[in-house]
């Protein structure tokens, strides 16, 4: 039983977010919509006691995944929906208040947008059904122009139920501005820069190949930005690389899953650099734990069971706190995280929410 759960539904009177203490830091969660849900929500969560407290909702479709911009005034989360009215949208916040404002949206003109992330300049979206990436530039009051362009992934890898099609799941803005893209059905992570001049993405090939079957699915790097660490969906290993200009050297590959249940979801580092997370689903569900090592390789210590289909979670600034997204089960979990051991605690204060599916924090 959870005893102290927070539930949010149709009639959620949202409490007031003025006059919190510097440990309270705004949280954003974003959710299915098919089944009830509003889309957005937002949050003041204590990084000192894991309690999280309800500001306002914001109808958007299925912002299954979102990002701040660099100065966090605005959200731009996808809806993602397999046909033509999948779109990016751009959403402005108020990191005082907690509040939203909707400011407009973009085609993405791929379906099932599932990825996003920005650098500044442009946005990226990951749309998986279609393979391609689709290349949003910012306007100055930080809303979306057209997407300019799209590329390919292309299909060939061993799972012909998984692989028989083209599917795009992360884009990312490497440290050094590179743009890395995971292939999942070519199983590779290739690499680009962006032209602002030519309004165009240049080819700088292929980052890394992933082992036949791998499935690539989210790409996260170290602190430092020396290392990177690939979470694959169908093989659930962790691959551990070094990075420099735009090529990654794998260094290990390690199991994130004993079930074998091909659904490697999530990946994340704390933000002290020395444990890596990772999430796996439909069997066994919950986070793997990673020790880094001094040369940037993994040692796995433990592994955290979860509710079910944990496809994110995200941990505090601060460290101390790790909450899972379970979709499944219509909460976000949120686990006291060990500094030392790396090892997770249920605080029994989960989050109530129908299908949660992404949880960010506001950026410090």
């Known amino acids: ?73 605005n959200i731009y989360a996808v809806s993602e929906k397999n046909n033509a009215t999948a779109v990016l949208n751009c959403i402005g916040y108020d990191p005082v208040k907690g509040t939203f404002a909707f400011k407009n949206s ?37 809303t979306l122009d057209k997407s300019l362009l799209q590329l390919g992934s292309v299909k060939g890898g061993p799972d012909r139920s998984r692989q028989n099609t083209p599917h795009a799941h992360c884009a990312i803005f490497a440290p050094d501005g590179y743009i890395l893209t995971t292939d999942f059905s070519g ?20 980052a890394a190949h992933v082992s036949p079957g791998s499935g690539p699915r989210h790409l996260v790097f170290s602190p430092n930005g020396k290392y990177a660490y690939l979470m694959s969906e169908l093989s659930c290993n962790v691959t551990v690389y070094t990075y420099k200009d735009g090529k990654l050297k794998e260094l290990q590959t390690i199991a994130a899953d004993n079930a074998n249940a091909r659904g490697g979801a999530d990946i994340h580092v704390s933000p002290d650099g020395m444990f890596v997370y990772a999430s796996t689903r439909l069997s066994g569900d919950g986070i793997t734990i990673f020790r ?39 909460s976000v979990q949120v686990y006291l995280r060990d500094k030392f051991t790396g090892l997770l605690k249920d605080t029994n204060q989960d989050i109530i929410l129908s299908h949660p599916v992404c949880v960010k924090f506001y950026p410090e």
Do not use: W
């Open 106 to 142: 973009q085609l993405t003109h791929g379906g099932d947008p599932c990825y996003v992330d920005t650098d500044g300049k442009i946005a990226l979206t990951a749309n998986y059904s279609a393979g391609t990436i689709s290349v949003f530039p910012i306007l100055k009051n930080g």
């Open 1 to 73: 039983m959870k005893f102290k759960s927070i539930l949010l539904g149709m009639a959620l009177a949202f409490s007031p977010v003025f006059g919190f203490a510097d440990n309270n830091i705004k949280m954003l969660v974003g959710t299915y919509t098919d089944a009830g849900s509003q889309g957005l929500y937002s949050f003041s969560f204590d990084q000192s006691t894991g309690k999280a407290s309800g500001i306002t909702s914001l109808n958007v479709d299925n912002p299954s995944y979102f990002t701040f911009s660099k100065d966090g005034r």
């Open 292 to 330: 880094v090592n001094n040369n940037g390789t993994l040692t796995r210590i433990g592994a955290q069971f979860t509710g079910t289909h944990p496809r994110n979670f995200a941990i505090t600034p601060n460290g101390k706190y790790l909450l899972v997204a379970c979709r499944d089960d219509n």
């Open 187 to 206: 199983d590779r992570i290739l690499c680009f820069s962006y032209n602002k001049r030519d309004k165009k993405l240049e080819d700088h090939g292929i």
